[in-house]
């Protein structure tokens, strides 16, 4: 672009071409090349020097810091190099921070050059920290607190230990006013956390130090949280503990320090770029004997808030337990903490630019100590090969865990779960053959415990893996699953292949996604997925009411008006009335499934034919419950092949308020109109529906609560989102109990499966309330909060 | 936020350097047309008064303009793959001046601003229908550009493109045009060698 406009500007005068220059001048012309080249300014290169630091895999990390911090420290009177660099180290704690212990290493090194440089560092750092803790915001408390604990060394006194003790104190003042507070919770991570760094970088006096604050940690961290079962990524079967059970990150911290302090604080996976090599012996002994900096203070407010993030506690997930051969840290070893928390916060701060994250991703073994990680695409088969002693861990397993850990978060993540997609899509593309093979085997994992994971999180991984696939060519080994084809549609994982065929032909097209199936799978996509527009019922002459459909139909292309339509409608009902069914019921069959056929060019087409016809919709969604139920099943009907449009038009339905929430919860769960005897459940388009349907009102409820109008809206949202939770939880607690009217419904089929299709269902029905409990809960606890 | 605050690393969410460049020249354009109408003394008093930085059109920006889709790529897919960024407010395929059919891009506009810069940072540079798509923040969809600017219909880039894009009809329109010429030129040779065969013949 820049060239672009130099050529546009022609402000190089008269037409004249800088391009040519060169080739112009005549041979007299000695000037040497080079010259053409002006080196930017010094605090350009400090820049770029401290940005890129640790990134190169030749790891020359003792060059890298030693020039930076000679340059910054032999200039550091030149305002332009002091300001920036004063600007840049806070900044690239909390943006970058892998390089926190590379840039403390950089302020140690210039410490011994120019005391100064530190004292400045830390009179920028403080505050910041400060600044964050009064406003809750607790990740870059902790990436502040960080890069305090990596200068432990240069510290006088106790060094970082009175702030870590000073947040311990209210911790333990949340915790026990309120045993289901979070925020205590949150600043025991910060201080377990920060504990390793400050003793990669302290001296051994340190130790009792941490032994103490340890000590008093340890009630906190080991108790488990009252709201830890609510977020469990699993969702054991009766009788079953779920994998994750005492999985609490801060209780699996609390242990792992433990164990670090038995084994004198080895940590062996953290970086110490502060430690130069033998041969230069004379820094160390320089940077030890530099002068010492009194940290300056950091008050902690009385109170202590949330912050704009609510909290919940923390659950240490992985893909890769289990495995004959660790591919990833174990939960007892420190490092699956400390390198899983370094790429978290990688990945969620820098949703700005996703290529970044992924090559962080794919360069995270640069960031820890040497021999921590396997080399990088070592296929998994030969890590059993690997002498005793030596690290099996897998950089790409480790990688791809955090970033499926984010996928997996109850009750979600930070950022919009297409993020998390878009992550692995960009890390994919770097590495392919590095990658593919630890996705592929995190993808077997979920497959095979689908049964027991949180079904939300079950349909996160259906959408993450269908959108996955659609960007490479919809590849993947479907031949090792061709058994479970044959499984009734109700089990976990056949219902998993159906919802995901479902999805990849949303993204493509049926005979797009056929051929990549292998035969066994072909009958799943049967011709009416293929055919591009749903035929239209009434063309056929058996149809009640046939020719009425066909003359609606007629005159919704023709964009007759309502006076036109009216005496079609009132035939029908004359009819309906004399063969006694339903009028309404009939004639909204025959109307919205016109409007389906007459909008099934696209879905242009059906929203603009609704807005023209959305005043008798009105009437009729109004009119009576079953009505607004015939509606929804007409669009769904006519639709039954591609379920993906029907959602599109219930959703904006809903927006005309054409149907309500309510309706189509009751079309769902409780009318059967989704699928027999509770086959409906195990339909992910149907949980889709719901859930979106969900989301759409509790999203409405929390902006009427945050537009902060206390008038009735908020009262008459509130109590209808209450009243929406209530149904869903009676519906689904019959279907989890088996108490089901269409269950013990002898006309329902309810045999096959060797007689466990009671237990499936029932299994669907427990799983789909957990879901809708928790979302509950969480509205609950938000409206809590907002009132505080 | 552009210009002040930078981060460590480019951030996605930015208008592309297209749209940036296409309005700079717009602006140079204006101030030019500006600069003639005026004369000395009124640019006097406009010194005196300096005028406000025009407002950033895309600051509350909703809307996304989607490239290089194919042409077969319909509604329901774009919705499918966009709804991952919130819910679609509207969405206008781009058409064919002449034919009316799709012509390979798109105007997503979405609820809120947050949800298209979302989309620019997690959607932009993926995959649809198995083609990498483009996306660039929109000032607003305004009546008329569905429309392909280009002289047969479609997009100008689907002019002169030399390369052969199944997804977008082929080979550009005006290089198929040149080939259709020819082709009938040949054939035109042809029928006269045959007619004159025939002549031969009888």
């Not at chain 1, 002091?82 to 410490?111: G, H, M, S």
């Not at chain 1, 007629?554 to 035939?571: G, H, N, S």
Request: glycine share 6%; proline share 5%.
């Amino acid at each position: 672009m820049a060239d672009y406009d130099r050529r546009q500007g022609g402000r190089g005068g008269g037409g004249y071409n800088r391009k040519r220059r060169y080739r112009d001048d005549d041979e007299s012309d000695h000037r040497p090349q080079r010259r053409r080249y002006n080196e930017p300014p010094l605090h350009v290169r400090i820049r770029k020097q401290l940005l890129t630091l640790a990134e190169s895999p030749l790891r020359r990390w003792h060059e890298e810091i030693q020039t930076t911090a000679h340059m910054v420290a032999d200039n550091y009177d030149k305002e332009e190099v002091r300001t920036n660099f004063l600007e840049l180290v806070p900044q690239i704690v909390v943006e970058q921070p892998l390089k926190t212990p590379f840039v403390a290493a950089v302020v140690l090194v210039a410490n011994s050059l120019k005391p100064e440089v530190t004292t400045d560092v830390l009179a920028r750092i403080a505050p910041l920290a400060e600044e964050k803790i009064k406003l809750g915001e607790w990740r870059d408390v902790k990436l502040y607190l960080k890069l305090l604990a990596c200068l432990q060394s240069c510290l006088e006194g106790d060094g970082l230990f009175p702030v870590l003790e000073e947040l311990f104190n209210r911790a333990v003042e949340l915790q026990t006013s309120n045993s289901d507070d979070t925020i205590g919770t949150e600043l025991v991570k910060i201080i377990l956390l920060t504990i390793p760094y400050v003793m990669a970088a302290g001296s051994s006096q340190a130790q009792q130090k941490a032994a103490d604050l340890m000590d008093k940690t340890d009630v906190i961290a080991s108790e488990p949280h009252a709201l830890q079962v609510l977020i469990d990524p699993h969702h054991a079967e009766k009788g079953e503990d779920s994998p994750t059970a005492n999985s609490s990150l801060i209780g699996l911290l609390q242990k792992q320090l433990q164990n670090e302090a038995v084994n004198g604080w080895e940590l062996k996976c953290l970086p110490r770029p502060w430690q130069m090599p033998l041969e230069e012996i004379e820094l160390q002994e320089k940077m030890e004997n530099a002068q010492k900096h009194p940290l300056p203070a950091i008050a902690i407010p009385e109170t202590v808030v949330t912050g704009p993030r609510p909290l919940f506690p923390e659950i240490y997930m992985s893909v890769y337990a289990n495995q004959e051969v660790e591919s990833v840290p174990p939960v007892t070893n420190v490092a699956a903490s400390l390198i899983r928390d370094g790429l978290l916060d990688t990945i969620n701060i820098m949703d700005f630019n996703r290529n970044v994250t992924a090559r962080y991703l794919i360069d995270v073994d640069c960031y820890f100590a040497d021999g921590t990680f396997v080399k990088r695409a070592t296929p998994f088969d030969r890590l059993r090969d690997i002498d005793g002693g030596r690290s099996t861990w897998k950089p790409e397993d480790v990688a791809v865990d955090a970033v499926f850990s984010q996928l997996f978060q109850l009750p979600s993540p930070e950022h919009k779960l297409v993020y998390y997609h878009s992550v692995l899509t960009e890390a994919c593309k770097l590495a392919p053959a590095a990658i593919a093979p630890s996705l592929g085997r995190a993808i077997r994992y979920a497959y095979h415990n689908i049964h027991q994971l949180d079904l939300e999180l079950g349909y996160r991984f259906l959408d993450w893996f269908t959108h996955h696939l659609s960007n490479f060519g919809f590849m993947w080994k479907w031949t090792e699953w061709a058994d479970d084809v044959e499984l009734p549609d109700i089990h976990p994982c056949k219902a998993f292949i159906i919802g995901a065929l479902d999805k990849e032909i949303r993204l493509s097209f049926a005979q797009r996604i056929k051929g990549t199936l292998p035969p066994p799978y072909q009958v799943l996509i049967g011709p009416e997925k293929e055919q591009d527009t749903p035929d239209f019922k009434y063309n056929n002459e058996h149809t009640p009411f046939s020719a009425e459909g066909k003359e609606l139909a007629q005159l919704l292309k023709r964009k007759a008006t309502d006076e036109e339509i009216q005496p079609v409608i009132a035939r029908i009902h004359a009819a309906a009335l004399e063969q006694s069914i339903d009028p309404l019921v009939s004639s909204t069959d025959v109307f919205m499934t016109a409007i389906c056929w007459v909008g099934s060019k696209s879905l242009s087409h059906v929203l603009a034919c609704i807005e023209r016809t959305k005043d008798r919709l009105l009437d009729v969604g109004a009119a009576s419950e079953a009505a607004r139920l015939q509606i929804i099943t007409s669009v769904i009907s006519y639709w039954s092949a591609q379920p993906g449009v029907a959602i599109v038009i219930i959703e904006k339905l809903l927006n005309y308020s054409i149907i309500t929430p309510g309706a189509v919860i009751d079309w769902a769960l409780v009318s059967g109109k989704a699928g027999p005897g509770g086959e409906a459940l195990s339909k992910s388009w149907v949980f889709e529906l719901v859930l979106n349907t969900v989301v759409k009102v509790t999203g409405r409820v929390r902006q009427v609560l945050t537009s902060g109008v206390a008038d009735g809206a908020s009262d008459t949202e509130v109590s209808a989102m209450r009243e929406l939770f209530k149904s869903m939880d009676d519906a689904l607690v019959s279907w989890a109990e088996g108490t089901k009217d269409q269950m013990m419904d002898p006309a329902e089929p309810m045999d096959g499966l060797g007689g466990k299709r009671v237990e499936l269902v029932q299994r669907w029905g427990e799983r789909w309330l957990r879901v809708f409990r928790r979302r509950s809960a969480i509205e609950e606890a938000h409206m809590l909060a907002t009132k505080q | 936020m552009r210009g002040g605050f930078r981060n460590t690393v480019e951030r996605l969410d930015r208008p592309s350097a297209y749209y940036l460049n296409r309005n700079n020249k717009k602006n140079r354009r204006n101030d030019r047309n500006n600069r003639d109408e005026k004369d000395g003394d009124t640019e006097m008093a406009n010194n005196q008064q300096p005028e406000e930085p025009p407002e950033d059109p895309l600051k509350n920006a909703t809307t996304l303009y989607v490239g290089n889709l194919s042409f077969y790529t319909t509604e329901e897919q774009v919705y499918d793959l966009f709804s991952k960024c919130g819910e679609i407010k509207r969405l206008i395929m781009g058409l064919d001046r002449f034919n009316k059919t799709p012509c390979g891009f798109c105007f997503v506009e979405y609820y809120t601003h947050q949800d298209a810069l979302d989309c620019l940072k997690y959607v932009g540079g993926t995959k649809l229908d198995e083609r990498i798509i483009r996306t660039d923040l929109d000032p607003g969809f305004e009546e008329g550009r569905q429309y392909g600017r280009g002289k047969s219909g479609g997009q100008v880039r689907d002019e002169y493109r030399d390369d052969f894009d199944e997804g977008r009809g082929g080979l550009g329109r005006a290089i198929q045009q040149t080939e259709r010429l020819r082709e009938s030129e040949k054939n035109r040779d042809s029928e006269q060698e045959m007619r004159e065969d025939y002549g031969r013949l009888r």
